[in-house]
C-alpha cells in the first residue's frame, strides 16, 4: 500500500512558535480514510498537534493503515510543556493501524493532553517506541489527564522486542 498522503515539520492548531496555542473546537487532524502517513523524522523540528478542542488525532472506524510517527502530540514542540488537546492525544476507532515506528527519529510523544495518551477502541492495531505520559526524553512526567493507554478493542499489540520498539508509559 503506498501512503495517500505524508507531512513534514507541521503545526496542528499550535502557533510556529512551538509554544503558543492557536487549537480549534475540533480534533487536529481526523482521519476516516485509509494508508495516511502522519510522520517527520527529524527530532529537532517535529510535527506538533497540540491545543486543540477534540483529540490531536482521531482516527475514525473506516480508516485503515494509517501510520503515525514522529509527531508531538499536546506538548510544545520541545516537549517539555504540556499544550493539551481536550480529548485524548490520539483516539483510534479503525483497525490495522500503526502509532510509532522503531528507532529514535520515529518516535511519538503523547503528552499533557486532558483526556487518555491513546484511547484504543479499533481492534488489530499497533503502538511502538512511543513516549506517553512523559517529557521527549523520557526522564520526568508531563502526565495526561487520564490514562496512558486505554485498551477497548481486541487483537491490538503494544510494543515490540525491535530495538526502540517499546513504549514508556
Known amino acids: 500500500n503506498s501512503y495517500g498522503s505524508a507531512s513534514g515539520s507541521v503545526y496542528l ?3 510556529p512558535d512551538g509554544v503558543t496555542p492557536a487549537g480549534n473546537g475540533g480534533d487536529g487532524l481526523y482521519i476516516s480514510g485509509d494508508a495516511t ?5 527529524d527530532q529537532s523540528r517535529p510535527s506538533v498537534i497540540s491545543g486543540n478542542g477534540g483529540s490531536g488525532i482521531e482516527i475514525s472506524n473506516a480508516g485503515e493503515e494509517n501510520l503515525i510517527y514522529g509527531v508531538r502530540i499536546g506538548t510544545t514542540r520541545l516537549g517539555t510543556q504540556a499544550v493539551p488537546n481536550a480529548v485524548d492525544g490520539i483516539t483510534i476507532g479503525g483497525t ?3 502509532i510509532g ?22 481492534p488489530s492495531n499497533t503502538i511502538l517506541n512511543s513516549y506517553i505520559g512523559t517529557n521527549v526524553l523520557g526522564t520526568a512526567a508531563l502526565p495526561n489527564g487520564g490514562n496512558g493507554l486505554v485498551i477497548y478493542g481486541d487483537h491490538n499489540i503494544i510494543g515490540s522486542s525491535a530495538a526502540n520498539g517499546g513504549n514508556l508509559i
Do not use: D, H, K
Not at 502517513?37 to 523524522?41: I, T
Not at 515506528?101 to 479499533?122: H, M, V
Open 13 to 15: 492548531r499550535i502557533a
Open 37 to 41: 502517513l502522519v510522520a517527520y523524522n
Open 96 to 98: 490495522l493501524n500503526q
Open 101 to 122: 515506528q522503531p528507532g529514535t527519529a520515529y518516535r511519538n510523544l503523547i503528552s499533557g493532553n486532558a483526556g487518555a495518551g491513546i484511547f484504543l477502541w479499533g
